[in-house]
């Protein structure tokens, strides 16, 4: 009897300690209380922070790890900070928060949007002396002065301030750099010329049909302002080939010979004038009432066009441009 009560004791001491350790070992999964933003729409390549706070019932040491749709994170303990990809949209960030047993999971969406650049308001001036002579200023107050001419041509003979002079050939009727007061950067050379933050590619051209056997090279000259394109062709002889406008790239204000015999001629003009497809075109090189040079007056030029405009004065300011290609005429006073 008394060997009977020792066993069943022993069974219920087993059962005890079993049941104890049974209970021992269960595990709970740690709890994700908070997961948030910062915030949710934030703008593109914007950092934020993340905020988890988790607790585990054992009092376990808690991990955590995040899984992301895009973007890239930064961790530090419990806090994270993610810094949102380059390409609007929205994003999924995961987060996983382990006691190294078990392991719970949470999620937030964020919207990411492009950021919205200010539009920089344009005042460019484009202001016409004669021949192939112009002064374009910047709404940054950059001046460009192409072709400057001597005397004998019947204008008067520019004298204004310049921070840069192009000069195409050297012609006395392009290359009277005396002209720009002030201390400029004269460019008269093909290649690449940085002048004021300002980039100017010379390209190689012809003054003639001949291959420049005639009247020698020309620089056409293209370069980058108030994110416009500029391209003044100097006295360019012949259309353009495909090396050429190549070079050039796309053009959004062009300066263009349309009188002929020393230039191309009205038809060359328009033949260029649809290799090259700019929003705005400057004749210039034309006969007016106070030259005697053989050439032919814009108006040979001007025929079949439209979308021309006339100006009554020598200079213009340009805010925005056309939806398609638009002719302006200054008069040289």
Not at 65 to 82: H, K, M, P, Q, V
Not at 120 to 132: D, N, P, S, Y
Not at 247 to 266: C, E, Q
Request: charged share 20%; hydrophobic share 40%.
């Amino acid at each position: 009897m008394k060997g009977h009560i020792i066993l069943v004791f022993g069974f219920i001491f087993i059962f005890i300690i079993g049941c104890g350790s049974e209970e021992n070992d269960v595990n709970t999964a740690p709890k994700i209380n908070v997961f948030q933003a910062e915030k949710t729409n934030v703008n593109v390549n914007e950092q934020i922070s993340l905020i988890v706070l988790a607790e585990d019932a054992e009092n376990d040491k808690l991990t955590y790890s995040y899984e992301l749709s895009g973007g890239t994170i930064i961790l530090d303990d419990n806090r994270a900070t993610w810094i949102a990809p380059s390409i609007p949209g929205e994003y999924e960030v995961i987060v996983r928060v382990s006691d190294g047993k078990l392991m719970a999971q949470s999620s937030i969406k964020i919207t990411v949007s492009a950021v919205e650049q200010p539009t920089k308001k344009i005042e460019l001036k484009v202001q016409w002396f004669g021949q192939a002579c112009f002064l374009i200023t910047s709404t940054d107050k950059i001046r460009i002065l192409t072709d400057p001419f001597g005397s004998g041509l019947g204008y008067t003979v520019p004298s204004v301030e310049a921070d840069i002079v192009t000069v195409s050939h050297s012609h006395s009727d392009h290359n009277n750099v005396s002209a720009a007061k002030g201390s400029p950067q004269i460019i008269r050379t093909i290649g690449q010329h940085s002048v004021n933050g300002i980039n100017i590619i010379g390209i190689e051209s012809d003054h003639d049909d001949a291959g420049g056997s005639k009247r020698g090279k020309n620089i056409i000259f293209v370069w980058d302002m108030d994110g416009l394109r500029f391209a003044h062709l100097g006295d360019l002889g012949t259309t353009l080939t495909d090396d050429q406008l190549k070079s050039m790239g796309k053009v959004d204000i062009l300066f263009i010979p349309v009188g002929g015999y020393y230039t191309i001629d009205a038809n060359q003009a328009t033949k260029v004038i649809e290799q090259l497809s700019p929003k705005i075109v400057f004749p210039m090189h034309y006969q007016t009432d106070v030259t005697n040079l053989p050439i032919s007056g814009v108006d040979d030029f001007l025929k079949g066009k439209d979308n021309v405009e006339k100006i009554n004065g020598n200079i213009i300011t340009i805010n925005v441009l056309p939806e398609k290609t638009k002719i302006i005429v200054l008069n040289y006073k």
